[in-house]
């Protein structure tokens, strides 16, 4: 969830939102301690001593939400179990997004699912009666979910065991694709600080 490469630019959408918020107080607090020999703005100061501060505060930052022990927590406390679909059935796809979660950790219907085989789709649910509603769905029903879901969000990658779904994924490839949890955050963030 944390770790697409796009999560990267919006983490540094959301520490540049977090540096011009904090500037002013910084610039004041730098102006009242300012050395004689010291740079005039607090901006010359930190392209001085740290050009690629922005990108070294991003790849401090980074670790943190891929370690997120809350998300951690979250997950832990979810039931874990893999459906499987007969031999004979049609196969999960995979993409460069393959992970779908629905509605946020705290909510009761929350739900992930992520492909792990042709035939086997990690599920993770927080209880027993949606976990079996995706138990006893038909299989083919549940598959052709789980591939327009898996396609929908696919940014640029959609892999099969072979190309029978192709004409498939060329119609829904990156058509739906829902905002990652670092865009959620970030702008749950933006909207915050907009009514602060």
Not at 8 to 20: A, N
Not at 31 to 51: F, G, M, V, W, Y
Not at 140 to 160: F, I, M, R, S, T
Request: proline share 7%.
């Amino acid at each position: 969830m944390t770790r697409m490469p796009e999560g990267l630019v919006v983490l540094t959408e959301m520490l540049e939102d977090d540096w011009k918020r904090d500037l002013p107080l910084l610039k004041q607090k730098y102006t009242a301690n300012r050395e004689p020999d010291d740079p005039e703005t607090i901006e010359e100061l930190i392209e001085k001593q740290d050009p690629e501060h922005m990108g070294r505060w991003v790849m401090n930052v980074a670790p943190e939400l891929m370690h997120h022990e809350g998300i951690g927590q979250a997950l832990n406390g979810m039931r874990w179990s893999v459906v499987t679909t007969p031999d004979d059935e049609p196969s999960f796809l995979s993409s460069d997004r393959p992970l779908n979660m629905s509605k946020t950790f705290s909510d009761a219907n929350c739900y992930l699912t992520l492909p792990i085989g042709p035939h086997r789709l990690f599920l993770a649910t927080n209880t027993e009666e949606l976990e079996r509603s995706f138990k006893t769905k038909p299989a083919k029903d549940l598959v052709q979910e789980v591939n327009a879901q898996v396609v929908k969000q696919a940014v640029k990658y959609v892999y099969g065991v072979d190309d029978s779904e192709r004409e498939f994924v060329d119609k829904l490839i990156s058509s739906d694709r829902p905002p990652s949890l670092l865009e959620r955050l970030r702008d749950r963030r933006r909207q915050e600080y907009a009514q602060a």
